[in-house]
């Protein structure tokens, strides 16, 4: 094995492995990475068995085609402290020892055999179908942070994804909640797909934001009975599912919420931030006292203090509710307009919240109590 690779690259795809490998596994395999050069690509695996991670990098000088595994965070540690786009070389120096070189470094990692690696041959679904990284990327972002972090409840743990259809159009849908806010987001897709609902797993879709917020073109996804694949040019990301029942989250949707709160976007974003800085939780309640066309926000803090601020909005009626100032802010940061519309009903009921620049997203957030 006896190849030459850009540092630029390498450090490129040895930072998405990071996001891959479990910090403290129990089988040294899976802190590696498998490197195999041949047919003038390096091709770069990732997995902690849940998750795979293939990338190509594409016309490097191969002198002598080989495989084998070295520790991917150790890798990753030297290669981003070298030159930016230097020449790195690589060769097998002595049993189980890989050599790199640069400029005036020298170093000899430990290696495991490639055969050692786990690597699964998965049969995907033919009928697969594409989706623009951006149209993704968004539905991903709009939905990620309601993503529920009770272990109990796994089938919380990730995105429900599933296709719909409204008027003979069909749309690619994504749900999520932890039961105390949640997100909905769709796209429309060109066509009738042979897509089954999915739950995608939270460490898999942060992985695949990741690579979207660099990658313009189309991905292209095809599922397996238990498994999911994104390929995106160079890229491959292979994911287990979730396997549990999505919640019926339809039923949730607050369906007789009239007063309808209408505030600039950025106003009160800016507001509900600066506001709930006074408290060091941030779960704590930031309360609206509404009157008409006046938005009274206070947070208070038996252990910090208190702050209050008073926004001018479109409202009509009388309203004292409460809400974690963390969820509001969460939502507002992924709306598109310049407006934020929420329509309440009572104390206690549920707050439906809707972007006027994005007909496609609702989100739900439940009132604190008190």
Not at 298 to 305: H, K, L, M
Not at 342 to 348: E, I
């Amino acid at each position: 094995m006896k190849f030459s690779v850009n540092q630029q690259d390498l450090q490129k795809s040895l930072n998405y492995c990071q996001g891959v490998i479990e910090k403290r596994s129990t089988l040294p395999i899976l802190s590696n990475i498998l490197l195999n050069a041949s047919n003038s690509k390096l091709t770069i695996t990732a997995t902690d068995l849940d998750l795979i991670f293939i990338n190509e990098i594409k016309d490097i000088e191969i002198q002598e085609e080989g495989i084998t595994t070295t520790t991917s965070s150790i890798l990753y540690d030297i290669i981003r402290k070298f030159s930016s786009g230097k020449k790195i070389n690589f060769s097998f120096s002595g049993e189980n020892k890989l050599q790199l070189e640069s400029e005036k470094s020298v170093f000899h990692l430990n290696c495991i055999s490639a055969s050692e690696f786990p690597i699964t041959d998965e049969d995907f679904n033919q009928n697969q179908f594409s989706i623009k990284s951006k149209t993704l990327l968004k539905l991903l972002n709009k939905c990620k942070f309601s993503v529920s972090n009770d272990e109990t409840r796994h089938y919380l743990s990730g995105i429900f994804f599933h296709q719909t259809q409204i008027e003979d159009k069909n749309f690619l849908t994504a749900a999520s909640t932890d039961s105390h806010r949640m997100s909905i987001s769709k796209v429309r897709l060109n066509e009738k797909i042979d897509f089954e609902p999915i739950i995608l797993p939270k460490k898999t879709i942060f992985q695949l934001c990741s690579l979207l917020e660099d990658f313009a073109g189309d991905v292209k996804i095809s599922n397996a009975k238990s498994k999911i694949k994104f390929e995106l040019n160079n890229s491959i990301l292979i994911s287990k599912l979730i396997d549990g029942k999505f919640p019926n989250y339809i039923q949730v949707i607050p369906k007789n919420n009239q007063k309808k709160l209408e505030i600039d976007l950025n106003l009160f974003l800016n507001s509900v931030d600066r506001v709930a800085s006074v408290s060091l939780d941030k779960k704590d309640g930031v309360k609206f006292n509404l009157t008409k066309d006046k938005l009274n926000l206070s947070v208070n803090n038996a252990n910090s203090g208190d702050g209050k601020e008073t926004l001018n909005v479109k409202f009509d009626h009388e309203l004292d509710i409460s809400f974690n100032s963390r969820y509001l802010i969460d939502v507002a940061s992924q709306l598109d307009g310049d407006k934020i519309e929420m329509f309440l009903n009572d104390t206690g009921s549920p707050a439906l919240i809707k972007d006027p620049a994005d007909f496609d997203s609702i989100f739900v957030v439940m009132p604190m109590k008190g």
